[in-house]
């Protein structure tokens, strides 16, 4: 079947849907969509506000993640060249997206970011230290790579590094960010407490801790444990208290190796906790010149035990160089490293120049990250700078990614967020900051209570802003969006997610006059097939977002990886477009059917339906849109997975006292189970039918019935008549 970028219409297929269209014998059920003018839910430019978001790019995706350690330099640019070039370019084009949202994926799994690879070290006879890109474009930079992180103190999160706290190298030591010392923050060092927090996996008897400090060591610190039966992130946050051990209070500390007695019994504890409130600020010895080096903490390594009443130490502890360690979590990490980290294999955050230039941002303004959690605050304004230099349009800048996801404190956020705004608009005056790019909740984003009790990330870091005088630099509030989407029924909860989070985030403190946008995101899974179900999920997902009051939502993978199924376009391993996912064809229905690609205000408004089933579960949803050329477009999803819904269509004008339906010829177009299905097996799996959606016409009116198949996607569009009171 010739794909993709105009529809087309099979003939005995659009005949049958017609007459079922104007005499289904199914009951008819209403749309009613709320047309007031003063009842406009949101207004937006296409153009500008549905998008899609290009992260790294990595070859061999489909590989072992040991595998994938063989992968050359070139394999992995080449790998860029082809996925943003050419026949893939085109087809991604095809799908319909507008502006793009530049993924930091270095952020994630703790690298330091060479956005542009020329530029200068701190300690350049070493070629190690703080590295800091030229803002000045004389080369062009087609590719960017990254540093994973030597005084790195996390065992989990992305990628596959480990911490320097239990690897059993007594020379290797995670140290903090020094951005978030007094010398930095020109506040107390006890207001950005910075900790080290050990996961034994189970309670376990614990009387005991000895810390191998390095140089800085903490002065005033406590040891502490979690009394909550969840664990402390995420569901146990507020579960629990971090309670210090009777013995476990050190003032005015000497570093070395110190042996701590915390308790003259045992207590079964699982998760451990240093917190640290005054540094030494003593030199480390690979740079006593640069500041950074000599202040924060740093430590070698950790053993929690018990210890016996002749002094023998019996560690808890598995020091390994990988995974299997005992886990630990680290309140930040310094952005010190050396030529030698470089990983080409982690795969290319793609080049800034060789991004604008390849077409994929299609010459719109562009959402760009700096890296914040890991980077310096001069490279950030260097990065901008260049940007600017080059005249690429810019719309936003985020500042850092998923800082929740690193366990950071909002207000080490806000501290790091103030230092590169300061950085950013001494070069780019104009620049638009914005943030924290949330990774995926759907609820509140919560951390340890402060003295207040307040756990609210947002609502303290805007709280830091504005006791700074600030909140100025706070253009835009970012957040990613992966709901779970497991069986059918996840389906039903979509619009009620987005509601919920919205609102939680306005509940926060979010200033009503700041934009939010969704720059990432896509149902849990969505890479592990391509089903219809996916498509109906996209279409309530952009639904709901942009009813809930989005300025902007871009979707997540924008890039196909080869070898690998959608979730956009299936690309094989020699870099052939072989499949068209459902959400490829809900895109083109999105982006060219409900909305008209173009830069010119669309009105979206809300609509009610009746139809649902027995347990109250909403089966078909309306989200309807007035366009710039005066027509309306409805998008409906029927997500009824067993039966057709035959529905009538009313615009109710509450103002005029009006109603109004669709008049004359009425444009459909429908995906559904008859027009695409997926069939997995095999390595990619595959679609039959495959495509694409079956466009109809047919006469609009009063009493017309529109049948929408069952778990389908379709639009409506035409013009409506001019009213009955």
């Known amino acids: 079947m010739d794909h993709r970028t105009n529809f087309h219409l099979t003939g005995m297929y659009a005949a049958m849907f017609v007459l079922c269209a104007s005499a289904c014998m199914a009951e008819a059920q209403e749309i009613v969509v709320d047309a007031s003018p003063s009842h406009v839910a949101n207004s937006f430019s296409p153009v500008r506000a549905l998008g899609a978001g290009v992260d790294r790019l990595r070859a061999g995706e489909g590989a072992p993640e040991m595998n994938r350690r063989d992968i050359t330099k070139e394999e992995v640019e080449r790998n ?30 703790m690298e330091a970011w060479h956005w542009n690879p020329d530029g200068a070290w701190s300690n350049p006879s070493q070629q190690d230290g703080y590295f800091t890109g030229s803002a000045e474009p004389t080369e062009t930079i087609h590719h960017s790579w990254s540093y994973p992180l030597p005084r790195r103190g996390d065992t989990v999160g992305d990628g596959d590094g480990w911490s320097r706290l239990t690897d059993g ?51 005033d610190y406590k040891v502490q444990f979690w009394t909550g039966e969840l664990e402390p992130f995420y569901h146990g946050t507020t579960k629990g208290t971090w309670q210090t051990f009777p013995k476990g209070s050190v003032t005015n500390a000497t570093g070395g190796t110190t042996t701590l007695k915390l308790v003259d019994w045992k207590i079964p504890v699982q998760y451990l906790r240093i917190w640290m409130t005054r540094s030494s600020n003593t030199c480390n010895a690979h740079d006593s010149n640069d500041k950074r080096n000599c202040v924060g903490y740093a430590i070698n390594e950790l053993y929690a035990g ?11 502890i ?35 120049d060789f991004f604008f230039k390849s077409g994929i941002t299609r010459g719109l303004p562009t959402i760009v990250p700096i890296a914040m959690l890991y980077g310096t605050p001069e490279d950030a304004a260097n990065e901008i700078a260049y940007l600017d230099k080059r005249h690429y349009p810019i719309s936003r800048i985020e500042m850092g990614e998923e800082p929740d996801g690193q366990r950071m404190l909002p207000e080490d956020y806000g501290a790091l967020y103030i230092q590169f705004a300061t950085a950013i608009h001494r070069l780019v005056p104009t620049a638009k900051l914005g943030g924290p790019s949330f990774e995926g909740t759907l609820g509140d984003v919560e951390v340890w209570p402060d003295a207040n009790g307040n756990a609210s990330f947002l609502g303290r870091f805007l709280d830091y802003l504005k006791a700074h005088d600030r909140l100025s630099d706070f253009t835009f509030f970012s957040f990613e969006h992966y709901p779970p989407n497991h069986s059918w029924d996840d389906l039903y909860r979509e619009p009620g997610f987005v509601s919920h989070i919205v609102q939680v985030w306005k509940n926060d403190g979010l200033p009503p006059d700041i934009p939010f946008f969704m720059t990432e995101g896509n149902m849990e899974n ?3 097939g391509a089903d219809i179900k996916q498509a109906l999920w996209l279409a309530d997902y952009v639904g709901s977002m942009m009813t809930a009051g989005a300025s902007g939502t871009y979707y997540f993978h924008y890039i196909p990886t080869p070898g690998h199924p959608g979730p956009i376009l299936t690309v ?50 309306a989200y309807p849109i007035k366009r710039p050329d005066g027509s309306w477009s409805v998008m409906l999803v029927n997500r009824d997975r067993d039966h057709d819904h035959a529905v009538k269509l009313k615009f109710a004008n509450a103002e005029a006292g009006q109603d109004s339906f669709f008049s004359g010829a009425v444009n459909q177009t429908t995906l559904g189970e008859s ?11 595959h679609e039959d039918p495959d495509g694409p959606p079956l466009k109809s016409a047919l006469n609009g009116g009063a009493d017309t019935l529109y049948q929408l198949p069952k778990s389908s996607l ?11 009171k």
């Open 80 to 109: 860029t060249d082809q996925l943003l070039s050419g026949p893939v370019l085109a087809a991604i084009l095809s799908a319909g997206w507008q502006p793009v949202t530049y993924r930091q994926n270095t952020e994630l799994q």
């Open 169 to 219: 190298d007594p020379k290797s030591f995670w140290k903090s960010n020094p951005y978030l010392t007094s010398s930095f923050t020109g506040e107390d060092d006890a207001l950005h407490p910075q900790w080290v927090l050990i996961d034994l996996g189970k309670k376990t008897d614990i009387d005991a801790i000895q810390i191998a400090w390095a140089a800085p060591f903490a002065l």
């Open 306 to 316: 018990t210890l016996s009443p002749d002094g023998k130490f019996t560690d808890a």
């Open 318 to 352: 598995n020091h390994l160089p990988s995974r299997k360690q005992t886990i630990t979590w680290v309140s930040s990490v310094d952005p010190w490293h050396s030529t030698s980290d470089l990983d080409v294999t982690k795969g290319d955050q793609v080049g800034f």
């Open 526 to 528: 969505y890479e592990k």
């Open 572 to 621: 094989n391993d020699s870099y052939q477009v072989v499949g068209y996912p459902a959400q490829y064809f809900a895109t083109q229905m999105i982006t060219q059917e409900w909305a008209q690609p173009v830069d010119t205000v669309h009105q979206l408004f809300k609509a009610s339906s009746d139809i649902t089933d027995d347990s109250g579960n909403t089966l078909v949803t």
């Open 675 to 685: 027009q695409y299905q997926w069939r997995p097996g095999g390595p990619m799996g």
């Open 714 to 724: 379709t639009i409506l569009r035409g013009n409506i008549s001019a009213g009955v």
